[in-house]
């Protein structure tokens, strides 16, 4: 299963646009990547997922290049709501999904 | 929908008391796991169950077992319960285990283990 890594935090302003980067560079051909979102006291909810080039959803955008060593999500105008842990997932190949650390934002006013 | 429900929010055992964690989900998924989260931590696999009647290790499978009741339910027992296993469960459901399946996660079970 595809190893990830991510900073173990970051802290942001309101209005201001996050980007959070994640390296694979393990993943395998048929990987894809995933970002949930971890809510104290709450379990992680699904944001977003891609494959290759860019996916925009309306809560994020996910940038994953050519050699798919690594993906950012970026959050536009973050707010206050938005501090949370967020998690990225490569090999969502069924059922054993490896969950990291993820990265602590703190969105601060 | 009420999606993915699990019971208790909140328990407290001592060491070598036994307990069953309940959970349902209304989505019709196939697929549904349990994880464990200690504090600053990620989600930790514990078991899976990829359809009605299977069930499989995950991570950290020891110290527990799973019951797939039906499509619907998956249950979590702690047969005697150590410290150890003081942690936050999440009972999680996707739609059939598929590379692009996404896992809709209840809101948690917080046990702790004195």
């Known amino acids: 299963l595809a190893k990830t890594t991510q900073p173990i935090s970051m802290d942001s302003y309101e209005g201001q646009e996050v980007n959070i980067t994640c390296s694979h560079n393990n993943i395998a051909t048929n990987d894809y990547i995933t970002w949930y979102q971890q809510f104290p006291s709450q379990g992680p909810r699904f944001i977003i997922q891609g494959y290759k080039t860019k996916v925009t959803n309306e809560v994020a955008s996910l940038f994953i290049p050519a050699d798919r060593k690594s993906s950012t999500l970026s959050l536009p105008r973050v707010s206050l709501s938005d501090t949370a842990v967020y998690y990225c997932?490569?090999?969502?190949?069924?059922?054993?999904?490896?969950f990291g650390a993820g990265t602590r934002l703190f969105v601060k006013a | 929908n009420a999606g993915v429900t699990q019971t208790p929010k909140f328990q407290v055992l001592k060491t070598g008391q036994s307990m069953t964690l309940q959970c349902a989900q209304d989505?019709?998924?196939?697929?549904m796991y349990w994880y464990r989260q200690d504090p600053g931590m990620g989600l930790r696999l514990i078991y899976y169950?990829?359809?009605?009647?299977?069930?499989d290790k995950g991570e950290v499978p020891n110290g527990y077992n799973v019951s797939r009741l039906n499509k619907r339910e998956f249950s979590l027992r702690l047969e005697s319960a150590a410290p150890s296993q003081t942690s936050v469960y999440f009972c999680?459901?996707?739609?059939?285990?598929?590379?692009?399946?996404?896992?809709?996660f209840g809101p948690g079970t917080r046990l702790t283990v004195l």
């Open positions: 999680a459901s996707s739609v059939k285990g598929a590379r692009t399946d996404t896992q809709y």
């Open positions: 169950s990829a359809s009605e009647g299977t069930t």
């Open positions: 997932l490569a090999d969502t190949g069924g059922f054993k999904t490896i």
């Open positions: 989505m019709n998924h196939n697929s």
